[in-house]
């Protein structure tokens, strides 16, 4: 079955540092995006990608973070200096096209968890 | 705004007991999807079932099962005669429709930690 890939599984850096989470969509998806959990808490909404630009963002995602789908198949987020409060399991996830025959139903990564010390 | 209310944080049941998760939501959208999502303590979120708001009737696949009401904003999520693999976080969450460029985020429950004890 095809499955989102995410990379790295874990993380460590330094606050201030630069992080990029890498993630592979399943390949005829449209739609991409990024959530976060922090330890225990709910899953939040980070950001939606379609078409190759931003398409909703949340109040989360502010001018420290970016995304990007470089090369057609890799869709990475980067913080660009970390805080210890972006400590958390970033997820990743597509889906395909619209319609209703389970089209938007998001397929996701294994996660990617980030440590800032 | 869309909001999902789980209130029951952690439930604990002993093997083959029935449980049923709750699931309560706020939207302004006519068209709309709910969702229940696994994560088992490895940490993936595991698909298990969508539902569109045009579609009311109750859903049973094997263990699981799951009753949508319109009529009270809920859907509910039980699982018959549960076992020790169902010890996971079960989160629910609800989407608009997807239209072209549309985000379609989906707004997430808190979770509901389930711990089946033999």
């Known amino acids: 079955e095809p499955e989102v890939t995410q990379t790295p599984s874990h993380q460590v850096t330094q606050m201030g540092q630069e992080v990029i989470l890498r993630c592979v969509p399943i390949?005829?998806?449209?739609?991409f995006y990024w959530y976060r959990q922090i330890l225990g808490q709910k899953v939040e909404f980070l950001v939606s990608f379609y078409n190759n630009e931003i398409s909703e963002k949340s109040e989360i995602f502010d001018d420290q973070f970016s995304v990007e789908r470089p090369d057609g198949s890799n869709f990475t987020l980067k913080i660009r200096s970390t805080k210890l409060e972006d400590s958390a399991m970033y997820f990743c996830?597509?889906?395909?096209?619209?319609?209703?025959?389970?089209?938007?139903?998001?397929?996701f990564g294994a996660g990617s968890r980030l440590t800032v010390l | 705004a869309q909001k999902v209310t789980q209130a029951q944080t952690e439930i604990s049941v002993v093997e083959k007991e029935d449980v049923t998760l709750d699931c309560v939501y706020e939207t302004r959208d006519t068209t709309y999807y709910l969702f229940w999502y696994k994560q088992p303590p490895s940490g993936e979120l595991v698909f298990l079932i969508r539902r569109n708001s045009f579609d009311e009737q109750n859903e049973i696949s094997g263990r699981y099962s799951w009753n949508f009401q319109k009529s009270t904003s809920s859907f509910n999520f039980t699982i018959t005669a549960s076992q020790v693999v169902d010890s996971a976080v079960y989160f629910c969450?609800?989407?608009?429709?997807?239209?072209?460029?549309?985000?379609?985020?989906?707004?997430f429950g808190t979770g509901t930690q389930l711990k089946v004890e033999l």
């Open positions: 390949s005829n998806h449209l739609y």
């Open positions: 969450a609800l989407s608009e429709a997807p239209v072209t460029g549309g985000g379609n985020k989906l707004t």
């Open positions: 996830a597509s889906r395909t096209g619209t319609g209703y025959s389970g089209a938007n139903v998001l397929t």
